[in-house]
């Protein structure tokens, strides 16, 4: 009754009000039925903003996404407060609130998966980036959220968490990594897609790799790929640039064991369809030798990286036509060793265009070039000998790769070329041996790669394994090496002088890989079999064993190959509404044959590497893995272990043949907390004498903890972070090289802020 009361006595007002208030009263009506929802959505357990979640409006076309920060705006028209609006991402549950409930929340929490689509939508595997358009085989995705605020130096010291990969430090801070007890040389590194290993070395130093602009690595493990190149005998590493920040500008100091301070700035910053990022980060640290603590080894870097992207279309109607991308980077070393009279200064260049998308009517088109550049000069010694080593390598490279889609079958063709051209001088003083080989010289190589890729999809008719794909792949390179304007330290001798090279070679490989779901099951399996050739590097062909002996055997410069066979498995299973949340199990089993095998060696007299050759050597080997997640995927605990039989030690020196790893990850409200347990097998290398006898070096078996703690501070509009890393946290270990400690314990604390 005094409702109905108060609604007569506020009519009777609204009948005598002048007109103006009618209309303003209408305007407040109005108003009331248009807002403006916003907020951020974040992962329950470690607080990071999440990208593209779909948000709908039920019963009503309304939607929008996050975008990078994870942050939406969405205005309602006559849109009830009842009203549900869903949030939907494909690797977080789904989660439904009312409009009157998204008024209140600044922040919308989801609960992260551990199967990342919906059981009935799981059609493949989680493959992405450079592997989904290869052929199927083992792939491993490091993203940027577990290693951003980690306390890594450098993408090395990621890396050697992976229970397939070991990571090969020297004094000068160069990092070289392996894969599968293969050699530096037979990985590939990628940057977006583009090569970055040397045409000198066939190698890449993963130190000039800092961490904070990167997305993610994409690790392809084992000798199968044909989009990227014929000469990955071990696996591919392909380095993903960050396109998008959650933040304008960002800072960030870091310091730690051998005095070590590396600071970093980043910007960021969006016009329009243009977006434009620019990094810097720099720092060093000095180390004093046990045996002679009053001289120093001093390491300096200054790393540069800025990328532009372009999006064409009207991403709002249709999707974006298309991005074009330009990056550059640039990375420069310095090592100083005092008490060996050694130095290194590196400068490395990179720059290139990238274009994916549609050009016309032409779908699904991707053009790439890129220009590099290493500039590096090294001083060794060894006793009274000096060596000094200069190589000046410019590198032009070009892309050009088409899909198409056929109903259930899938086609790729690509043309790749690389040409670089390297100025190379060694001049050696007090040398006592007979003075051979090649003092200077100008080397190039070209290359000219083409790639057919078919790829079958189909269904097995079977309610559990739905569906297959049969994958076939042909691949045909042509090499080209040549030598000129050469200066021999005896003009009589050949040593060093090889003849302008042609190789061709055409390679197939096939996959078969069976995918199953039931209920919260997968299973994917896979067999792959195929074929590689390794051209033997510039720096091969040029540092033959007679530059310590003219008695010794000139080896071998035809191209290596290797028939490789691999069976993998993956089994995920996701459970709900217990304390375990989830598990995962991975294994495979490979098999490497190779032929005209290239062995490194080093000699007590000459600080650089020789090569000469093996008719035959082999690795086979199994690798498993397990993850258990737990209290609705806040900690996840997972152990790796693998096992390498290596027929010829000499030819793989210094790879572990075991390997084992236990981690444990726990985040929870925004802190995050990583502790890795590792062991490694005793490493074998291979001195050679002046005589020609190699002398056994044994590394003994390593084992220790890393532990990773950090924590990320939300004050206003800005995100403070702050980590604490110790590496080698059990101690205990005596090993030493050339008098200092390789595998002591460390520390490295970094703190920042971005807004």
Do not use: C
């Not at 306390?151 to 430090?169: K, M, N, P, W």
Request: without cysteine; hydrophobic residues 35%; proline residues 2%.
């Amino acid at each position: 009754m005094l409702r109905i009361s108060w609604n007569r006595k506020l009519l009777r007002v609204l009948r005598g009000a002048p007109l103006f208030m009618l209309l303003f009263g209408s305007s407040l009506v109005a108003s009331a039925q248009s807002m403006l929802l916003s907020g951020t959505v974040r992962d329950r357990n470690s607080y990071r903003p999440i990208q593209d979640v779909n948000i709908t409006v039920e019963g009503s076309t309304l939607g929008t996404s996050t975008d990078v920060s994870g942050a939406f705006r969405l205005r309602l028209d006559g849109i009830a407060g009842e009203r549900s609006i869903t949030f939907r991402h494909i690797s977080y549950e789904t989660r439904t609130l009312t409009v009157d409930e998204v008024k209140r929340r600044d922040e919308i929490l989801l609960q992260p998966r551990v199967i990342p689509l919906q059981s009935a939508e799981i059609t493949e595997t989680r493959r992405e980036g450079v592997a989904a358009r290869d052929i199927p085989q083992r792939v491993v995705t490091i993203e940027s959220r577990e290693f951003e605020v980690r306390g890594y130096v450098d993408a090395g010291d990621l890396l050697r968490t992976d229970h397939s990969i070991q990571v090969d430090e020297e004094l000068s801070g160069r990092k070289s990594v392996s894969i599968r007890g293969g050699n530096a040389d037979e990985v590939i590194v990628l940057y977006n897609g583009i090569r970055l290993n040397s045409s000198f070395s066939n190698e890449f130093d993963l130190s000039l790799i800092e961490l904070s602009d990167i997305e993610r690595f994409e690790i392809i493990k084992g000798s199968n790929t044909s989009l990227y190149g014929s000469e990955a005998f071990a696996g591919v590493i392909n380095i993903v640039p960050k396109r998008e920040r959650d933040y304008t500008v960002r800072a960030h100091q870091q310091i730690g064991s051998y005095d070590s301070g590396i600071w970093g700035v980043q910007l960021f910053r969006r016009f329009g369809k243009l977006t434009g990022s620019y990094s810097l980060r720099s720092g060093g640290m000095t180390r004093a030798f046990e045996d002679f603590p009053d001289d120093a080894l001093t390491n300096s870097s200054v790393h540069h990286g800025a990328h532009f992207n372009w999006t064409f279309g009207d991403a709002e109607d249709h999707g974006p036509d298309g991005m074009l991308t330009a990056h550059w980077r640039h990375a420069s070393q310095e090592y100083v060793n005092e008490r060996d009279s050694e130095l290194l200064d590196d400068r490395n260049h990179i720059g290139g265009l990238q274009y994916n998308g549609r050009i016309g009517s032409i779908e699904d088109i991707s053009l790439a070039t890129s220009y590099s550049r290493l500039d590096q000069d090294v001083q060794l010694r060894s006793g009274d000998i000096t060596i000094l080593r200069g190589i000046d390598e410019h590198g032009i490279q070009a892309h050009v790769e088409k899909g198409l889609g056929l109903g259930d079958a899938d086609l790729r063709f690509a043309y790749q070329f690389a040409g670089s051209s390297l100025d190379f001088s060694d001049t050696r003083q007090n040398v006592r041996q007979q003075s051979i080989g090649l003092e200077s010289a100008l080397l190039s190589r070209t290359r000219h790669g083409l790639v057919a890729i078919g790829k079958l999809h189909g269904e097995t008719g079977s309610t559990f394994l739905r569906t297959f794909d049969f994958d076939v792949s042909l691949r045909q390179d042509f090499v080209r090496d040549a030598q000129d304007e050469t200066v021999l330290r005896t003009p009589s001798s050949g040593t060093g002088l090889f003849q302008e090279h042609d190789w061709s070679h055409s390679l197939f490989k096939f996959a078969v890989n069976l995918k199953g779901v039931q209920d919260d099951l997968l299973l994917d399996v896979f067999l792959s079999y195929g074929g590689n050739v390794k051209y033997p590097s510039l720096m091969q062909q040029i540092s033959a064993p007679v530059l310590v002996s003219a008695e010794m055997a000139t080896p071998s410069l035809e191209p290596e190959t290797n028939r490789s066979v691999e069976i993998g498995l993956t089994l995920l299973r996701e459970i709900t509404g217990q304390t375990v949340t989830g598990w995962e199990i991975t294994g495979s089993f490979f098999q490497n044959s190779y032929t005209n095998k290239f062995r490194s060696y080093s000699s007590a007299s000459i600080p650089v590497l020789l090569y000469d050759n093996v008719d035959n050597a082999q690795i086979s080997g199994f690798e498993g893995g397990a993850g258990l997640y737990m209290f609705s995927k806040k900690v996840l605990a997972e152990i790796g272990l693998s096992r390498y039989f290596i027929s010829e030690r000499a030819a793989f020196p210094f790879k572990s043949e075991s390997k084992r790893t236990l981690s444990l990850r726990v985040d929870h409200a925004g802190y995050s907390l990583h502790a890795l347990y590792f062991f490694e097998s005793e490493q074998i290398g291979m001195l050679r004498q002046s005589n020609g006898d190699f002398t056994e070096v044994e590394l003994p078996e390593f084992s220790n903890l890393d532990l990773h703690a950090s924590r990320y501070i939300p004050v206003g509009g800005a995100r403070l972070f702050l980590n604490v890393s110790f590496r080698n946290l059990l101690g205990g270990q005596d090993v030493m090289l050339s008098g200092l400690a390789i595998r002591d314990r460390r520390y490295y604390i970094t703190a920042g802020i971005q807004y």
